[in-house]
C-alpha cells in the first residue's frame, strides 16, 4: 500500500466543487472569425480527447463509487478507461457481459465486500463470459470463497484480494475472541445485559472458577499468513502466549522472530492446542468435523476469523456439549446472514457479525490496493496480492 492514507472527515464523498465566479458581468462579445476559431479549437481538443480516452485500456469498475482515495482514484482514471457496473443482480450482469457492453477490458476492479457482488458466485458460468482480454480481478477483502480462482486462473486471469489491508483489523478482533474464550466475557455480558439479578450474581460468583489468563498457554493457529502471523504477535507478545501452528508450508523466519513451533500435521495441532485459531482460507471442504473435534486437546477453546464454512457447526455444537470444546469465539458462520441458533443462544460462546475486518482503515486499504494492483500489473510490474499464482503456473 501507498505510504500517504487520507484521512476520512466524512462519508468519504467529495463536496461538490464550488463555482468560480465571472469576473465580469458583461459576456464577451467575440467577432464571426474568433467564434468560428474558438468552436475548431473545441472540436480539436474534444475528439483529441476522445482519441486519447479510447486508447486507454479499461477497466470495468464494479458496485459504488469509491470513498476514500480520491487522489488515487484520479490518476487510476488517467491511466485507465474506467466503465461501471454499479450494482446489478445475475442476470443482467450476464447479458451485459454477453453483448460486450463494457468492451474489452483489460481488468476488473471491486472497491468494497458489501456492493458490487450481486450477481453472486463467480464461477465458470460468469467467468466464462468475460472478454478474452481481461487479465486481472483485483476485489476487496481478505476471504475468496465466493469466486473459484482456479477457473480464472485456466482463463489467464489473476485474482487478487486485499487481505493486507484489513489484517490489523482482523487481528484485533482474533485476540478479542480469543480473550472472551479464556476469560468467559460472553457469559458475563449476556448476564449484564439481561438485567436479571440472578443471573447477575450467579455470573459475578461463578465464572472465577472456571476461567483462565491467556498467558502461558498454546496458540494453535492453522494458517500462518499475513493475518494469522500478525495474531500470533500480538497474542505472543502481548500476553505471553505459546505459538503453535500448522500449514502447508513452514515459515521457518516467522518461526524465528516469534518463537513459534510448525506442526507437521493438524493432528499433533489440535492434541497440544489450548485454543485453536482458523485463520485460512476456504478452499471448498470442512476442515473441522466430528473426527477433527476428537482429536482435540479436552477443553480446549475454538476462535474462527477466516470462513464458517471451514466449520461444521453441528458437529462444533456436539464438541461443545460433550465438553471437548470448552468455549469458542466465531466471527463467521457457515450460512451467513444466517446464524446457528444452538451456538448463538450459548453462554460459552461469543459471536459476531462477520465484523473483525470492519474498519474505517480497512475500507481505505481495500479502495487503494485494488488500483495498485491494477496498475502495477498493467505497468508490467506484477500484482501485488494475487492469490491463484499457483494455478496459472500449472496452466503454463
Known sequence: MSAATPTPLDAGLPAPPIPVPSTSSH????????????????????????????NRPTILHLGDDIRWNHDLYREFGERFRIERSYSMGREQFKGALTDRKWGDFVGIYRPFWN????????????????????????????????????????HGIIYCNSASACTESVADAAI??????????????????????????????????????P???????????????????????????????????????????????????????????????LATPFSGSVLLSGPQFNQFKRGARLVNIARGKLIDEEALVAALDEGIISSAGLDVHANEPYVNEHLANRENVMVLSHTAGASVESHIGFERLGMENLMSFLEGKGAITPVNLHWMKEKE
Open 115 to 154: 456492493t458490487g457482488g450481486e450477481m453472486g458466485n463467480w464461477d465458470l458460468e460468469l467467468i466464462s463470459l468475460l472478454p478474452k482480454s481481461c487479465k486481472i480481478y483485483a476485489s476487496a477483502g481478505a476471504g475468496f470463497d465466493w469466486v473459484d480462482t482456479k477457473t480464472m486462473a485456466e
Open 176 to 213: 478479542v475472541l480469543i480473550i472472551s474464550t479464556f476469560r468467559a466475557i460472553a457469559w458475563s455480558f449476556l448476564a449484564a445485559r439481561s438485567c436479571d439479578s440472578s443471573k447477575f450474581h450467579n455470573a459475578n460468583q461463578n465464572i472465577a472458577a472456571v476461567t483462565h489468563n
Open 215 to 277: 498467558n502461558g498457554h498454546i496458540l494453535g493457529i492453522i494458517g500462518l499468513g499475513k493475518i494469522g502471523y500478525r495474531i500470533a504477535q500480538k497474542a505472543s507478545l502481548a500476553f505471553g502466549m505459546k505459538i503453535w501452528y500448522h500449514d502447508i508450508v513452514r515459515f521457518e523466519e516467522r518461526e524465528k522472530e516469534i518463537g513459534a513451533k510448525w506442526c507437521e500435521s493438524l493432528e499433533e495441532l489440535l492434541a497440544n492446542a489450548d485454543c485453536v485459531l
Open 27 to 54: 459576456k464577451p462579445n467575440h467577432s464571426l472569425s474568433t467564434i468560428s476559431t474558438i468552436s475548431t479549437q473545441s472540436e480539436a481538443t474534444t475528439l483529441s480527447t476522445q482519441t486519447e480516452t479510447s
